[in-house]
């Protein structure tokens, strides 16, 4: 059998940037059919950065491509009413899979109200910036939530920004699930379904799931920058002779117990306890004691180089990182290995080349996985999807390119540079 599950749903995508983009990608890598819609030469992050380098220009983007594997490409004028009215009648095309539309764009002529009224059982799902209506970013919403104070060393005055846009990605795998859900609900009940999802109400929900509003709003207290070290147990990183860092963790008592016999410091760690008077054992009190646990295993640390310390923290079967370079991952981590590893495979993407591409994250034992498609070129699939969604003739798809309506596809850059 086949990993993929949802081979016969079909998902119309018309949106930008990271969070609707993941969640259509997310749907594709189950087997969902998406089909993306874009400008004619491209949409608002079509070229954003990296790049590949290209001599006549911008080359592609690898972002954008890394988005959007695994989905069909429908080029479109939307800005033109003819365009628009292709849009809306494939997102409400016939058929029991069908009817499903996942966007960010805010346009009025993608409206739930609108489209519902050629199809009773539309899915759309709208991600939103803010849950009315307004302009929200994952930047602008990660510095309300807090964290930005408590990450690394921040501060009030010197907030952190970290890289990683986590709302954006939260607020994916909702929408993904949340289209699912409706789909579900649809097949035994016959109603459609408007969903929304914000991306601020993605941040601060986590919040609340986390715990964080209720020791606010409970126990009157912020959570404290405490620069690497891990709030509320023991965790923190440490340098080893050769300069490198790894990061332990000690979270549970097992963990606590094999990071201690690693590091060879049981009776130290009883002399703290009696000094202080905190039970170790407890992993709040770890969490008191961070300093001086700390101080306890930075020599240990000091005297080994990484690979050494690896081996006997890995002996003890304690829960360790170590600190790398995304090239050191990729070329030094056996869990990136293609190889052995089925959630990654090596990919030919148009107009970028041969690289590494990641397929879904879950594994099903005795179910052989798809190959993962590569991002297409702009309009690859125009009149595929024309004719198999919508049934129109080749004859009434070349009037629309004629008429510059539609666009196939666009010209694969690395093509063009080597035959240069």
């Given at each position: ?200 109400d993605t941040a601060f929900t ?190 009434a798809i070349g009037r629309l ?20």
């Open positions: 059998m086949t990993y993929p599950f949802l081979n016969r749903l079909r998902v119309i995508e018309s949106s930008a940037f990271i969070a609707a983009p993941l969640a259509g990608l997310t749907l594709a890598q189950h087997g969902a059919d998406v089909i993306r819609i874009d400008m004619i030469g491209g949409g608002i992050d079509y070229g954003r950065m990296p790049r590949m380098p290209h001599p006549e220009g911008r080359g592609r983007s690898l972002y954008w491509t890394a988005l959007n594997k695994g989905k069909r490409s429908v080029a479109v004028d939307l800005r033109r009413p003819e365009g628009r009215e292709l849009i809306q009648a494939l997102v409400t095309a016939p058929g029991p899979d069908a009817g499903v539309l996942l966007t960010n764009i805010g346009t009025p002529w993608l409206a739930h109200g609108l489209l519902a009224e050629k199809r009773a059982d539309l899915v759309s799902c709208t991600i939103q910036g803010n849950g009315d209506g307004s302009t929200a970013v994952d930047y602008t919403v990660n510095c309300v939530t807090g964290y930005p104070l408590v990450t690394g060393g921040g501060s009030a005055q010197h907030p952190v920004n970290h890289v990683l846009p986590a709302w954006d990605i939260a607020c994916a795998y909702q929408a993904a699930f949340a289209v699912l859900a409706a789909v579900d609900r649809r097949r035994r009940t016959g109603e459609g379904a408007e969903l929304k999802l914000a991306l601020s986590m919040l609340s799931h986390l715990g964080v509003l209720a020791e606010v709003e409970l126990l009157g207290q912020e959570r404290p920058s405490i620069g690497n070290h891990l709030y509320g147990a023991f965790g923190r990183d440490f340098a080893t002779s050769d300069g490198r860092r790894l990061m332990v963790v000690a979270i549970s008592a097992g963990q606590w117990k094999c990071l201690v016999d690693a590091c060879g410091i049981a009776d130290d760690v009883q002399a703290l306890q009696a000094r202080t008077g905190l039970d170790l054992s407890d992993e709040a009190r770890r969490f008191e004691a961070r300093e001086a646990i700390a101080g306890l295993l930075e020599p240990w640390f000091a005297a080994r180089t990484r690979e050494q310390a690896e081996r006997e923290l890995d002996a003890h079967r304690a829960t360790w990182g170590r600190y790398s370079t995304v090239g050191e991952m990729m070329t030094q981590d056996p869990r990136m290995n293609s190889a052995s590893n089925p959630v990654f495979e090596r990919i030919e993407t148009p107009g970028v080349g041969e690289h590494i591409a990641a397929g879904a994250t879950v594994r099903a034992p005795g179910m052989s996985r798809a190959p993962t498609t590569p991002a297409a070129l702009l309009g690859t699939h125009t009149d595929e999807v024309l004719y198999e969604v919508l049934g129109m003739s080749s004859g390119h004629d008429a510059g309506i539609v666009a196939g596809p666009e010209r694969d850059p690395t093509v063009a540079a080597r035959a240069a």
